[in-house]
């Protein structure tokens, strides 16, 4: 039998389509033995389909009789696959002998694929993917040990040369992203903007010295938030602030979204390092000290946004330019960074604590090297501790993360002294104190910053609660040890995020998450003006809608036979404030607040309009920044001989990978 592309449910979920029909159809449900889909192809029509789990075979009927062409695409895609399972059965390998391993073949000589071969092609386009996936330089096709592992693998396959892949199937790629990117913002009513910027001080003259990544946010008609780079654009290095704004001016027309922005998020102060840092001190196993001079010198090296819209005063005649004005008023710092300045200030404001840090990086480090990976298992957790560049004992650039391990250390500390031979490397009991109460310290700002860190989009609503939690948590703590730290964070979070406090925008959000409302507030009074003149802002009044003429045929034959029935009322639009008041009425609820505005939205119309701006700014970080980063150490192009353009359509296919192939 074949096997179902659908899997079986596992603990009470629905499993995954195979990549074949996970494209054309969505789950909605499961009944009995059948599962239930909706046909994408078919929208708005919303055809739902039944088909057994065992079976598909009523998905594959439904794309035979309705949509030709995605049928044809699925058999030939399943023939390749057919096929290419049935080539490498033919396969007899020779043992290894020395240090190559060669491959024969039953029959004759071996005939190889024809470009225009649907295996051929399909090769080429997962090579492609691979490329893009893992940010690897095109150069690699011209790499031998990749060819012969080509061979290995199919030998009829002709390796493609690596300008095709540059000139031809990346280009292509990109050019599909534009145009879904430019159908989806179609559709969204307004987006935010993030805007990032890299640069490297390792970066020639000719090849430019930074990239501009332009990522919008929207929420589609049935209330999902998306995210998408719409451009990387290659900076030289004499880029000023009329330069970037004429970048995103066009980018902007380009994508249809220069009336619909309602804000651009940007790095919150010029000249700062928006790069990951550690806890001072505290290099972990596979981190020296050189690694730790390169990390400051990229420091150096990055630049954010706010530096460049700095430089310079705003002139009258940019006054006038549209752009400037939408910066003008509606960009605001973002809550990611802002949060990391904040931590990294606290941190570092007191020295005392750089000494016992190392001296436990130290003792962590001597145990990952001599204890055995069961016993270190049972305090990092199995696969946590192998020394391999991953997990505790990897070089971790993140402060959390090193967080993270030193609570593990610190909660089995006594069973790694019992099983490690160096009193000298030991902590005494003023250093373990002395940590513990860092760890304590630091936990409200771990778990803040893992939310606003990962791929998972975070809006604005919890940056006002997430700073009222810190402050609460700061002014209860009791320090005997961490005494400067605890001063420096609060004196650090009072100069970098007070103001939010009070800014509408963020005061709006948060009412409007319905798992918070005004529950955070001191004084709902105030806030609910604030709430009210931030709404009227952003909101077009709403008419009821008007009753048809069929409605309007047919009431006398209506109340005539129905006249022992009670009438229902006109529907009368409720205004702001009642609106607010109704809202505010009911109970905070932990529902996702896309959700609860999806739902709620004939409700309270105008509340909705505004929730469906406000819930498009991110609180986190973009991909395309964790991109540079990686960019940053990986494939400069000083480095593997990427010409800017190949750089670009890199990050920007990489960051918009799941548009492509979700």
Same mark, same amino acid.
């Given at each position: 039998?074949?096997?179902?592309?659908?899997?079986?449910?596992?603990?009470?979920?629905?499993?995954?389509?195979?990549?074949?029909?996970?494209?054309?159809?969505?789950?909605?449900?499961?009944?009995?033995?059948?599962?239930?889909?909706?046909?994408?192809?078919?929208?708005?029509?919303?055809?739902?389909?039944?088909?057994?789990?065992?079976?598909?075979?009523?998905?594959?009927?439904?794309?035979?009789?309705?949509?030709?062409?995605?049928?044809?695409?699925?058999?030939?895609?399943?023939?390749?696959?057919?096929?290419?399972?049935?080539?490498?059965?033919?396969?007899?390998?020779?043992?290894?002998?020395?240090?190559?391993?060669?491959?024969?073949?039953?029959?004759?000589?071996?005939?190889?694929?024809?470009?225009?071969?649907?295996?051929?092609?399909?090769?080429?386009?997962?090579?492609?993917?691979?490329?893009?996936?893992?940010?690897?330089?095109?150069?690699?096709?011209?790499?031998?040990?990749?060819?012969?592992?080509?061979?290995?693998?199919?030998?009829?396959?002709?390796?493609?040369?690596?300008?095709?892949?540059?000139?031809?199937?990346?280009?292509?790629?990109?050019?599909?992203?534009?145009?879904?990117?430019?159908?989806?913002?179609?559709?969204?009513?307004?987006?935010?903007?993030?805007?990032?910027?890299?640069?490297?001080?390792?970066?020639?003259?000719?090849?430019?010295?930074?990239?501009?990544?332009?990522?919008?946010?929207?929420?589609?008609?049935?209330?999902?938030?998306?995210?998408?780079?719409?451009?990387?654009?290659?900076?030289?290095?004499?880029?000023?602030?009329?330069?970037?704004?004429?970048?995103?001016?066009?980018?902007?027309?380009?994508?249809?979204?220069?009336?619909?922005?309602?804000?651009?998020?940007?790095?919150?102060?010029?000249?700062?390092?928006?790069?990951?840092?550690?806890?001072?001190?505290?290099?972990?196993?596979?981190?020296?000290?050189?690694?730790?001079?390169?990390?400051?010198?990229?420091?150096?090296?990055?630049?954010?946004?706010?530096?460049?819209?700095?430089?310079?005063?705003?002139?009258?005649?940019?006054?006038?330019?549209?752009?400037?004005?939408?910066?003008?008023?509606?960009?605001?710092?973002?809550?990611?960074?802002?949060?990391?300045?904040?931590?990294?200030?606290?941190?570092?404001?007191?020295?005392?604590?750089?000494?016992?840090?190392?001296?436990?990086?130290?003792?962590?480090?001597?145990?990952?090297?001599?204890?055995?990976?069961?016993?270190?298992?049972?305090?990092?957790?199995?696969?946590?501790?192998?020394?391999?560049?991953?997990?505790?004992?990897?070089?971790?650039?993140?402060?959390?993360?090193?967080?993270?391990?030193?609570?593990?250390?610190?909660?089995?500390?006594?069973?790694?002294?019992?099983?490690?031979?160096?009193?000298?490397?030991?902590?005494?009991?003023?250093?373990?104190?002395?940590?513990? *109460? &860092?760890?304590?310290? +630091?936990?409200?700002?771990?778990?803040?910053? #893992?939310?606003? %860190?990962?791929? =998972?989009?975070? !809006? /604005?609503?919890?940056?006002?609660?997430?700073?009222?939690?810190?402050?609460?948590?700061?002014?209860?703590?009791?320090?005997?040890?961490?005494?400067?730290?605890?001063?420096?964070?609060?004196?650090?979070?009072?100069?970098?995020?007070?103001?939010?406090?009070?800014?509408?925008?963020?005061?709006?959000?948060?009412?409007?998450?319905?798992?918070?409302?005004?529950?955070?507030?001191?004084?709902?009074?105030?806030?609910?003006?604030?709430?009210?003149?931030?709404?009227?802002?952003?909101?077009?009044?709403?008419?009821?809608?008007?009753?048809?003429?069929?409605?309007?045929?047919?009431?006398?034959?209506?109340?005539?036979?129905?006249?022992?029935?009670?009438?229902?009322?006109?529907?009368?639009?409720?205004?702001?404030?009642? *609106? &607010?008041?109704?809202? +505010?009425?009911?109970?905070?609820?932990?529902? #996702?607040?896309? %959700?609860?505005? =999806?739902?709620? !939205? /004939?409700?309270?119309?105008?509340?909705?309009?505004?929730?469906?701006?406000?819930?498009?700014?991110?609180?986190?970080?973009?991909?395309?920044?964790?991109?540079?980063?990686?960019?940053?150490?990986?494939?400069?192009?000083?480095?593997?001989?990427?010409?800017?353009?190949?750089?670009?359509?890199?990050?920007?296919?990489?960051?918009?990978?799941?548009?492509?192939?979700?």
């Amino acid at each position: 039998m074949h096997a179902c592309p659908v899997t079986m449910k596992r603990k009470g979920k629905i499993g995954f389509f195979s990549w074949r029909f996970k494209r054309h159809f969505t789950i909605q449900e499961e009944r009995g033995n059948n599962i239930y889909v909706q046909c994408n192809l078919c929208l708005p029509t919303k055809n739902v389909l039944s088909t057994p789990i065992s079976s598909c075979s009523n998905l594959k009927k439904h794309l035979d009789r309705k949509h030709q062409a995605m049928y044809d695409e699925f058999v030939r895609k399943k023939d390749v696959k057919r096929e290419t399972y049935a080539s490498g059965a033919m396969q007899t390998y020779a043992p290894i002998s020395g240090a190559s391993r060669t491959a024969t073949q039953t029959g004759a000589g071996t005939a190889k694929f024809d470009r225009s071969d649907p295996r051929q092609s399909l090769i080429s386009e997962t090579i492609a993917k691979m490329i893009i996936r893992d940010l690897q330089p095109v150069q690699i096709m011209e790499n031998e040990g990749f060819r012969e592992l080509l061979q290995l693998l199919e030998p009829r396959y002709v390796p493609e040369p690596s300008h095709y892949i540059q000139q031809q199937l990346l280009p292509t790629y990109a050019y599909q992203v534009q145009l879904a990117t430019k159908v989806a913002l179609s559709g969204a009513e307004s987006c935010s903007v993030t805007l990032d910027l890299w640069r490297s001080n390792t970066a020639s003259a000719s090849t430019g010295s930074g990239y501009l990544g332009v990522t919008c946010h929207f929420i589609t008609t049935d209330w999902q938030i998306k995210s998408a780079l719409l451009a990387c654009l290659p900076l030289p290095s004499n880029t000023d602030t009329q330069r970037i704004l004429t970048e995103f001016d066009e980018i902007s027309h380009a994508h249809g979204i220069s009336g619909k922005v309602f804000r651009i998020v940007v790095d919150p102060s010029p000249c700062e390092s928006r790069s990951a840092f550690r806890l001072p001190g505290f290099y972990l196993h596979g981190n020296g000290n050189g690694d730790v001079e390169d990390e400051e010198e990229e420091d150096s090296s990055d630049e954010d946004i706010g530096t460049a819209l700095s430089k310079e005063a705003v002139s009258g005649a940019e006054e006038e330019n549209s752009l400037n004005h939408c910066l003008g008023r509606c960009r605001i710092d973002c809550f990611a960074h802002s949060l990391a300045q904040c931590i990294r200030e606290g941190i570092r404001s007191s020295s005392q604590i750089s000494m016992t840090l190392t001296k436990a990086a130290c003792f962590y480090n001597y145990v990952i090297a001599t204890v055995t990976p069961e016993k270190l298992g049972q305090v990092f957790g199995p696969g946590n501790a192998a020394g391999n560049g991953q997990g505790p004992s990897g070089p971790d650039r993140h402060w959390n993360a090193q967080l993270k391990t030193m609570r593990q250390m610190l909660e089995s500390v006594d069973f790694l002294e019992d099983i490690v031979d160096r009193n000298d490397l030991a902590l005494n009991s003023v250093e373990k104190a002395m940590l513990r *109460e &860092l760890v304590e310290v +630091l936990e409200p700002f771990e778990e803040a910053t #893992d939310m606003v %860190q990962g791929d =998972k989009h975070v !809006s /604005i609503s919890l940056a006002l609660p997430s700073v009222l939690g810190l402050r609460k948590h700061l002014a209860e703590v009791v320090t005997h040890q961490c005494t400067g730290i605890a001063t420096g964070l609060s004196q650090a979070l009072d100069r970098r995020l007070a103001g939010i406090l009070e800014d509408p925008l963020y005061v709006t959000a948060t009412t409007l998450d319905p798992q918070f409302k005004l529950s955070w507030s001191s004084d709902r009074d105030w806030h609910k003006q604030v709430l009210l003149e931030e709404v009227g802002k952003h909101t077009q009044p709403v008419s009821p809608p008007e009753p048809s003429s069929e409605a309007q045929a047919c009431p006398s034959k209506r109340s005539r036979l129905f006249s022992f029935i009670k009438q229902r009322p006109t529907t009368q639009a409720k205004s702001m404030e009642q *609106e &607010l008041s109704a809202y +505010l009425h009911e109970e905070p609820t932990d529902e #996702d607040p896309l %959700q609860y505005w =999806k739902r709620k !939205s /004939i409700d309270f119309p105008l509340l909705s309009q505004v929730a469906k701006k406000v819930f498009t700014v991110p609180a986190t970080t973009t991909k395309v920044e964790r991109i540079f980063s990686l960019v940053g150490k990986t494939i400069r192009p000083e480095r593997c001989r990427l010409l800017p353009k190949n750089l670009e359509t890199l990050i920007y296919l990489k960051a918009n990978y799941s548009i492509l192939w979700s």
